[in-house]
């Protein structure tokens, strides 16, 4: 082994000039080819005649194969990595080289050159460059310039295929890491005892309990980018079984800014679980949508609004506005733009959507292009119980929000929506509906585009099942699930923001676009992965109870009405749904009932109003037992002061 301090003085050395040294290397080893053919040829005794042959060839060979090698591009290949195109590039080169050799040799020499020696001299000088690339690589690899090494972890890597024999090679390149891998895990059977670099396929994952014992495996790296949620989980099972740690090699879209497969090795998360593709985004369409335009954002400090503003700082904008009420998420947001992009221009600007006065304070000071509005009450059993609070920021905020984009001549609108717009059966989604059919109508006769976006529950985000179960399994359990048939549609925060995205750059004004989430999750089947993924296990560790519906929930939501038309868009992930034509006078009047209804804070008003508006909405018992109560209350009054 090479020591350390000159180890790393050599590599600094030899990048500085490693073309330079990369020529003479080849220069030595074809030089050392020809002598040797000469010498295997005439049975290493070389009379006068011959050794003046071989110092008149040597100039003419190094002068023809060096510029071939040249030609080729061997000079900047890679010495320390060297995989099967490298080795066919390098013979290509050869036989290229000894061919135009051969011709220059036999005009300036003869014919009385020996035609074996080209032959040796090919077989030679591949073999002699083949192989000094193989020591150098050797030699850099079982360096130990990167620091002291943490204790040795015996490890498996789960799936024999192009990212686990990746992962193999970089273990095997950096021991400060201080993995030892003892064999491979795959299911297809025939690769069942292979050798691959020198490490045995062990078996498939029935085997795991037993391997584990035999070979000590301290850990299981999954090296399945493409794995499905069922497969991830059944893994997870067999480990949890063999009471051995699991960890994950990313997708190719996480390691897309990483170079180094190893350092992104992490633990399982729930979104392997679910095993959905991620969404694939056409970045041409979005960055000629974002770049140089001022962008503005609501709800910028929310889970959704955040994202956005993460995403949308890829794209160059020339400024960023994110507006939100909650001052605290605000700052937080704005310092980590600061921070990860202090080349966007980020404003905060703090109010609230309900404040028309404000908005056009904004708007006429930041001149945005393109909205993307995000705020909303979106907590289902919370809006019951606060019917005038959802209608005052979901619905008139909304049409604030609109009414200033199209006021101050901002090209696109998109509304964030949800899944629960669909039928629904509970104020927020009401409110939800009624928010897209405002947008839907301030569009017309408008220069401004508006559509809106559909998706299900998001992974992670504030007030989402992720955090309380996570809480409920740190606490020792139960789990509580309110049915056990209870199914939602899932997709991660990055997915949906991404989605936000897209959509702007192919909606041409009234389009509800919406996500392909694949098929809806069972909220149980969710809490029991959850349980696995801490280690722990469902009903024997952690207990699962159920705790009811809750007021306005319904065990399974929908993405589009069956009035409204599927249309396909040039994106395969995402569909959209052009929905019935939308009066903007009708919906500016009931817009301007709804109104007086609140503000007489009148509950069976308000959900007769929103029953006008959004005929599918079927309202739970407990909002209509609370407007009957607040009806009731009201009659009595006014029969006392009679």
Not at 224 to 246: H, K, S
Not at 379 to 390: D, K, R, S, T, Y
Not at 490 to 517: C, N, Y
Not at 613 to 638: C, G, H, I
Request: with cysteine.
């Amino acid at each position: 082994m090479i020591p350390n301090a000159n180890c790393a003085r050599l590599e600094r050395i030899f990048l500085e000039y490693r073309r330079w040294i990369t020529e003479a290397m080849h220069a030595f080893l074809a030089a050392a080819a020809l002598a040797a053919a000469f010498l295997l040829r005439f049975e290493f005794t070389l009379d006068p005649v011959n050794t003046k042959m071989l110092l008149s060839a040597l100039p003419v060979l190094l002068g023809v194969k060096l510029a071939v090698f040249r030609a080729f591009g061997l000079r900047d290949l890679a010495w320390r990595y060297m995989g099967f195109p490298e080795l066919v590039r390098m013979a290509m080169a050869n036989l290229a080289g000894s061919a135009a050799a051969t011709v220059a040799l036999r005009l300036t020499i003869g014919r009385q050159f020996p035609r074996s020696v080209h032959i040796i001299d090919l077989l030679l000088c591949l073999t002699l460059m083949v192989a000094a690339r193989g020591v150098v690589r050797v030699l850099f690899e079982r360096r130990g310039d990167a620091g002291p090494s943490r204790a040795s972890q015996r490890v498996v890597i789960y799936g024999a295929g192009k990212a686990g024999v990746t992962l193999l090679r970089e273990i095997v390149a950096n021991p400060q890491l201080g993995y030892t891998v003892a064999g491979f895990l795959d299911d297809d059977p025939q690769k069942s005892n292979l050798r691959i670099h020198g490490v045995r396929v062990l078996g498939r994952h029935q085997q795991l309990p037993e391997i584990v014992r035999k070979h000590r495996v301290d850990e299981v790296l999954m090296a399945l980018p493409t794995a499905t949620g069922n497969q991830v989980t059944t893994i997870l099972e067999q480990c949890q079984a063999a009471r051995v740690a699991a960890r994950k090699v990313p997708a190719l879209a996480e390691l897309i800014e990483h170079r180094v497969l190893v350092d992104q090795i992490r633990d399982v998360r729930l979104e392997d679980l679910l095993g959905r593709k991620p969404v694939l985004l056409e970045e041409s369409a979005i960055r000629e949508r974002l770049a140089d335009r001022v962008v503005l954002v609501t709800g910028a400090g929310g889970s959704i609004g955040s994202e956005l503003c993460r995403q949308i700082a890829r794209y160059a904008p020339r400024a960023l506005v994110g507006f939100d009420q909650a001052e605290t998420a605000l700052y937080q947001i704005d310092q980590e733009m600061r921070e990860r992009f202090p080349n966007c221009e980020f404003y905060p600007e703090v109010g609230s959507v309900q404040n028309f006065r404000r908005l056009e304070e904004v708007f006429r000071d930041r001149q945005p292009e393109s909205v993307y509005h995000a705020a909303a009450y979106k907590h289902v059993p919370m809006m019951e119980a606060h019917l005038f609070e959802a209608v005052e920021n979901n619905v008139f905020g909304t049409a604030n929000v609109a009414r200033a984009a199209t006021a101050f001549g901002a090209d696109d609108f998109v509304l964030v929506s949800s899944d629960k717009a669909v039928r629904p059966t509970n104020v927020m989604g009401a409110t939800k509906r009624l928010a897209e059919l405002t947008c839907l109508a301030a569009g017309h006769g408008s220069s401004t585009k508006f559509a809106a976006v559909r998706f299900g529950n998001v992974l992670g985000s504030n007030g989402s099942v992720i955090p309380l179960f996570k809480h409920q399994i740190a606490a020792g359990g139960p789990v509580t699930v309110t049915h056990p048939e209870m199914q939602r549609f899932f997709m991660t925060i990055p997915e949906a923001a991404q989605l936000v995205l897209q959509a702007a750059t192919m909606g041409r004004g009234g389009e509800i676009f919406v996500l392909d989430m694949g098929e809806p999750v069972r909220i149980v089947d969710l809490a029991r992965k959850m349980i696995l993924l801490s280690g722990l296990k469902p009903d024997e560790d952690i207990r699962i109870e159920f705790s009811g519906i809750r007021p306005g929930e319904k065990l399974y939501e929908e993405l589009s009405a069956l009035e409204e038309n599927t249309v396909p868009t040039p994106h395969a992930q995402i569909r959209v749904f052009s929905s019935r034509e939308v009066s903007i006078e009708r919906t500016g009047r009931s817009l301007d009932d709804l109104r007086q209804h609140a503000e007489a804070r009148n509950p069976a008003a308000v959900v007769l109003a929103l029953k006008e508006m959004v005929p599918d909405y079927n309202p739970s018992n407990f909002v209509l037992r609370q407007a009957l109560q607040e009806k009731t209350k009201r009659a009595l009054a006014v029969a006392n002061v009679s």
